[in-house]
Every structure is written in C-alpha cells, then in structure tokens.
C-alpha cells in the first residue's frame, strides 16, 4: 500500500518562503505524474502544480512564477519551493499521484501571516 507523507509546512510571514516535500514510495515511482494540491478552510481542495515523468511542469495561475515543483525520482520525492507567499497561500498542502491518485496522505499545513 503506496503510504504518501507530506512535511515541511509552518507559519510563516507574507512574503517569506517554505520548501515542502512529498514522499511517495511505489514502484516505478519515474514513470509517474506528481501533483500537489492545497485545500483553505472552506473551500475544495485545489490542483496548485503538476511535474510529469519527463519533467514537464505546470501551475495554477495564482502560483505561477512564485512556486516550483520538482522531483527526485532517486528519492521517490517531490518538492513544492513557494516564494513569495501570501496570505491566500495558507492551505493544507497535499499530493498525489496525478492520474493515478492514491489514498490521501494528513497533508501539511501552510499558514501565511504576520
């Protein structure tokens, strides 16, 4: 049973930075396309960054050029670097894999403030 952990969430400032991490043990873990996901109070979980198994990346327009996404497939791990956060950055942030989604991991929380 594929077990996903996130880690590396906190309180941090407006404007400050955060590197989370995602490890997501399965076989073939390179063949996979990775996703992160975050979910505000109150609101549905959303898609924020995707990375395919070539490396290829996408993201949500509110994230765009503020976070990246990247993988170790050494590691079977994946990285979410957020810069310059926000206050509607704060979220538990998830991931899975993207076309094959796995049970849920706790997530980590995010909170953006002053």
């Known amino acids: 049973q594929v077990q996903i952990v996130e880690s590396g969430g906190g309180l941090v400032q407006p404007g400050g930075s955060l590197r989370l991490s995602c490890a997501a043990p399965r076989s073939y873990f390179r063949i996979y396309d990775m996703a992160w996901y975050r979910q505000a109070p109150g609101k549905q979980r959303e898609l924020v960054a995707t990375?395919?198994?070539?490396?290829?990346?996408n993201y949500a327009d509110s994230v765009q050029g503020r976070f990246v996404i990247s993988r170790d497939n050494a590691k079977n791990t994946v990285y979410l670097q957020m810069n310059s956060l926000k206050p509607e950055d704060t979220a538990v942030y998830y991931c899975?894999?993207?076309?094959?989604?796995?049970?849920w991991g706790q997530g980590t929380q995010v909170t953006v403030s002053s």
């Open positions: 899975n894999f993207a076309k094959t989604p796995r049970p």
């Open positions: 990375i395919t198994s070539g490396q290829r990346t």
